[in-house]
């Protein structure tokens, strides 16, 4: 029996069925992700492995679980009752293992995992790690930098921050400061011209792009006719940022940064543009572990002491 395994026997017959949390978690990714490929990269393992272990699964229940078609695979209509009869079991699976983790808080080197987009990585948190240690932190913070929603449910992280609130009964999910959106060029690209008399339309426009789903600045751009003037778009908060101090256009930043470097000017829009509503996510059973309490205090307090947060 592998490590993890659970054993179903029936007493009355001769058949033995041995399960794998592991392939029941494939079998639930699929139904949520739609896809093997979208499945395997859910759970973080190359696309044979959870085919393998489908295939696995299906011997053991004496099933047929998806449907291998020539455009990839869908759960079968076997494979869709399981996964839903399976879901809690891998819940309950993943609570031991959250549950196992919060009788350990004593334990120094357990670290506290954290994943956000790149810019709230390294122009928010990274800069602000100081402070962390000032508050009596003893353990040890791993970032990670993630375009990707990761799963708290599957421990993927200990905290999240994203700009969209979540959906699920275990997370919880606190709002923190907004951050301001602005319109910003260079001195050199504006050759002394009158921030107040700029009109977009005939700008080189620097703006984000999906990388982080459909955000509302980005339909702002659209209802104000600017689509057309937009010369460059890009998910990366640096690079907007690199490309406004070289003069290549007017970018749309988060105000606290834009202003921290000291040349940029800032161009009233026609009218506000969207704020970024950043949201703190920790799954409901680690809410009581110390560390994770001071690690969400920290970044509480880091969003709101940043410039211009609302």
Same mark, same amino acid.
């Given at each position: 029996?592998?490590?993890?395994?659970?054993?179903? =026997?029936?007493?009355?017959?001769?058949?033995?069925?041995?399960?794998?949390?592991?392939?029941?978690?494939?079998?639930?990714?699929?139904?949520?992700? !739609?896809?093997?490929? #979208?499945?395997?990269?859910?759970? @973080?393992?190359?696309?044979?492995?959870?085919?393998?272990?489908?295939?696995?699964?299906? @011997?053991?229940?004496?099933?047929?679980?998806?449907?291998?078609?020539?455009?990839?695979?869908?759960?079968? =209509?076997?494979?869709?009752?399981?996964?839903? #009869?399976?879901?809690?079991? @891998?819940?309950?699976?993943?609570?031991?293992?959250?549950?196992?983790?919060?009788?350990?808080?004593?334990?120094?080197?357990?670290? /506290?995992?954290?994943?956000?987009?790149?810019?709230?990585?390294?122009?928010?948190?990274?800069?602000?790690?100081?402070?962390?240690?000032?508050?009596?932190?003893?353990?040890?913070?791993?970032?990670?930098?993630?375009?990707?929603?990761?799963?708290?449910?599957?421990? $993927?992280?200990?905290?999240?921050?994203?700009?969209?609130?979540?959906? !699920?009964?275990?997370?919880?999910? =606190?709002?923190?400061? $907004?951050?301001?959106?602005?319109?910003?060029?260079? %001195? $050199?690209?504006?050759?002394?011209?009158? %921030? @107040?008399?700029?009109?977009?339309?005939?700008?080189?426009?620097?703006?984000? $792009?999906?990388?982080?789903?459909? *955000?509302?600045?980005?339909?702002?751009? /659209?209802?104000?006719?600017?689509?057309?003037?937009? #010369?460059?778009?890009?998910?990366?908060?640096?690079?907007?940022? #690199?490309?406004?101090?070289?003069?290549?256009?007017?970018?749309?930043?988060?105000?606290?940064?834009?202003?921290?470097?000291?040349?940029? /000017?800032?161009?009233?829009?026609?009218?506000?543009?969207?704020?970024?509503? %950043?949201?703190?996510?920790?799954?409901?059973?680690?809410?009581?572990?110390?560390?994770?309490? *001071?690690?969400?205090?920290?970044?509480?307090?880091?969003?709101?002491? *940043?410039?211009?947060?609302?």
């Amino acid at each position: 029996m592998r490590y993890g395994e659970t054993v179903f =026997r029936q007493r009355k017959g001769v058949h033995a069925i041995s399960l794998d949390p592991q392939d029941l978690g494939d079998l639930i990714a699929i139904r949520d992700a !739609g896809t093997l490929s #979208a499945a395997a990269k859910a759970r @973080a393992v190359a696309v044979s492995t959870v085919s393998r272990r489908i295939a696995a699964l299906e @011997a053991a229940l004496g099933l047929q679980l998806v449907d291998r078609r020539t455009d990839g695979v869908r759960l079968s =209509r076997a494979g869709l009752a399981i996964a839903e #009869a399976a879901a809690p079991i @891998a819940e309950q699976m993943r609570r031991v293992e959250r549950v196992a983790e919060s009788l350990r808080q004593g334990v120094k080197t357990v670290p /506290v995992r954290i994943s956000a987009t790149e810019f709230v990585i390294s122009d928010v948190l990274a800069p602000a790690l100081g402070r962390l240690w000032a508050m009596g932190a003893d353990f040890p913070v791993h970032l990670h930098s993630q375009a990707d929603v990761v799963s708290l449910a599957g421990r $993927d992280a200990d905290l999240a921050i994203r700009m969209v609130r979540p959906e !699920g009964a275990s997370l919880y999910a =606190r709002r923190l400061a $907004d951050i301001r959106l602005g319109l910003f060029g260079a %001195p $050199d690209y504006l050759g002394g011209r009158e %921030p @107040a008399g700029i009109d977009l339309k005939t700008e080189r426009l620097l703006i984000y $792009d999906e990388s982080y789903g459909r *955000l509302p600045e980005l339909d702002w751009v /659209v209802r104000h006719g600017l689509t057309e003037a937009v #010369a460059m778009r890009t998910g990366s908060t640096r690079g907007l940022l #690199a490309a406004t101090l070289a003069g290549g256009g007017i970018g749309m930043l988060p105000v606290p940064f834009a202003l921290r470097t000291g040349t940029l /000017v800032e161009i009233a829009p026609p009218s506000p543009l969207p704020s970024r509503q %950043p949201w703190l996510i920790v799954h409901r059973d680690l809410r009581g572990l110390a560390a994770i309490r *001071l690690t969400q205090k920290w970044v509480v307090e880091t969003f709101a002491s *940043l410039p211009g947060a609302q």
